[in-house]
């Protein structure tokens, strides 16, 4: 049996730090000078992407109690597709360049395996949030 609710808390948690990712970066950007070549800028990105997909794989796992590899991994490969979506829905919408999704499947991945991870975590590290 699936545990939705590990499923759709996870993706909403993923879709919610996707969302403040989005507000942060802008802000760094005008705050930083010469942002876009800045390491900082760089790494701060990178760590607000790797945090979303560990928070809400390590939630999803903490909440369905077992099988935390699965639940993790379906966390971040479908708030993946569904900010890719998202993104392309808002370029076309606004009549901007559409993003390519050509790497889509290999962040799906990515972003499916470091959901797993916390999934795997939430489920090994101090017990499995369930009475046994």
């Not at 993923?14 to 790494?43: M, Q």
């Not at 606004?94 to 489920?123: C, D, E, Q, R, Y």
Request: aromatic share 12%; charged share 10%.
């Amino acid at each position: 049996m699936i545990n939705r609710k590990a499923i759709y808390q996870g993706t909403l948690v993923f879709l919610a730090l996707y969302v403040v990712h989005l507000i942060v970066v802008p802000i760094l950007l005008r705050s930083l000078e010469d942002a876009k070549n800045s390491s900082v800028f760089w790494g701060i990105h990178q760590f607000l992407g790797v945090a979303t997909c560990l928070i809400s794989g390590f939630i999803a796992g903490r909440i369905a109690g077992q099988r935390g590899f699965f639940y993790g991994f379906n966390v971040g490969a479908l708030g993946t597709v569904i900010s890719a979506l998202a993104a392309l829905l808002w370029a076309l919408v606004v009549g901007s360049k559409s993003p390519s999704l050509a790497t889509l499947p290999f962040w799906i991945m990515i972003n499916g395996f470091l959901g797993a991870f916390a999934g795997l975590l939430a489920n090994n590290i101090g017990g499995s949030g369930k009475p046994a």
